[in-house]
C-alpha cells in the first residue's frame, strides 16, 4: 500500500506474475519468491544497492534479485492535488511539519510547506518519534499519511487520518480515512470536528442546567406532577432542536468555498 509500491505496480501491470512467501517490512521494501527467485524491492540499504544520486526530490526503488543488486526504478513525485489549497488554509491557524522519508524535498514541495517545520529522510521511528515530542510539549497532533510507514506516527498522534485512493485500503492506527481527492477540504473538516465538539459541550450544559433548575424546584415543592411530566420531553426536545439547528448553521457557514 506504500505510495512508491503502487506506481511500481500500475507501471508493471501487464508483467505481473504470482509471488509467495511475501514479506512487507515498514520503512525497508517488500520480499518475496517469484518463480524460485528471491525478490527484494525497496530502499538501498534493504536490496544491498549503492545509493544512486537523487535530484528535486526523486524517490528510487531498488531492485534485487538472487541476493544481487540489479539497479532501480526511478519515480518523479509531485505533490497531491489539492495540497496547496489545504495548507494555505492550515497555516494560517495551525503549526504544521512535512515529514519524509525521502532524501530531500523537492522544490514544489518546498513551496507549499513554506514556512513549516520540514524533516527529510525520516524513518518509520522517526516519524513516531516527532509525534512523541511535539505532544511532550503539550501539542495535540494531527497525523495525515498515506502509507504503511506511517502506521507508528499514526497511532502516536492524537488524531491519525489516513489518505488514500480505495475505500478498501488497509489503514492500520488510523481514527479516519480521507479520500485522496478530498484532501483540499481537509481544513474543513477539522473546523467542523471542532464546532461538533463545541455543539455536543453546550447541549450537555443546556441538559445539566435544565436537570439543576427542574430538581431544585421539584425539591421545594415548586412544581407539580403534572408540570414536571410536561417539562421532562420538552427538555429532550429543546436540547435535540438545538443541536439540529446548531450543526444546520455550522454547516452553511463553514462549507469550502468553490476555487
Keep these: 500500500m506504500h505510495p512508491l509500491s503502487a506506481v511500481v505496480h500500475h507501471h508493471l501491470k501487464n508483467e505481473l506474475r504470482t509471488a509467495s512467501d511475501v514479506q512487507d ?15 527484494r524491492l525497496g530502499s538501498a540499504e534493504f536490496c544491498s544497492a549503492p545509493n544512486a544520486v537523487r535530484t528535486n526530490g526523486e524517490a528510487h526503488v531498488y531492485v534485487n534479485v538472487d541476493g544481487r543488486a540489479l539497479g532501480h526504478y526511478v ?3 509531485q505533490a497531491r492535488s489539492g495540497i496547496a489549497a489545504a495548507m494555505a488554509r492550515l497555516r494560517s491557524t495551525q503549526r504544521t511539519a512535512l515529514l519524509t522519508g525521502d532524501a530531500q524535498v523537492d522544490d514544489g514541495l ?8 520540514m524533516r527529510a529522510n525520516c524513518s518509520p521511528a522517526d516519524k513516531t518519534r516527532y509525534i512523541k515530542e511535539q505532544q511532550e510539549q ?3 497532533v494531527v497525523m495525515v499519511g498515506d502509507g504503511l ?3 507508528g506516527a499514526l497511532a502516536q498522534s492524537d488524531v491519525g487520518i489516513t489518505v488514500t485512493e480505495t475505500s478498501a485500503a488497509l489503514t492500520p492506527a ?13 481544513p474543513h473538516f477539522l473546523l467542523m470536528a471542532r464546532r461538533a465538539r463545541r455543539i455536543v459541550v453546550a447541549s450537555l450544559g443546556i441538559s445539566l442546567c435544565y436537570n439543576i433548575t427542574g430538581v431544585s424546584l421539584a425539591v421545594a415543592g415548586h412544581m407539580t406532577p403534572l408540570i414536571a411530566a410536561i417539562l421532562m420531553p420538552l427538555s429532550s426536545v429543546s436540547v435535540v432542536g438545538f443541536v439540529t439547528l446548531a450543526v444546520w448553521l455550522g454547516g452553511r457557514t463553514t462549507a469550502p468555498r468553490e476555487a
Excluded at 488510523?174 to 481537509?186: F, G, H, T, V
Design 149 to 151: 510507514n506511517d502506521a
Design 110 to 117: 518546498r513551496a507549499i510547506f513554506h514556512g513549516a517545520d
Design 75 to 77: 519515480v518523479r513525485k
Design 138 to 140: 503539550g501539542h495535540r
Design 25 to 39: 517490512l515498514a520503512g525497508q521494501g517488500v520480499m518475496g519468491r517469484v518463480e524460485d527467485h528471491l525478490i
Design 174 to 186: 488510523s481514527d479516519a480515512i480521507l479520500d485522496a481527492d478530498a484532501i483540499a477540504s481537509l
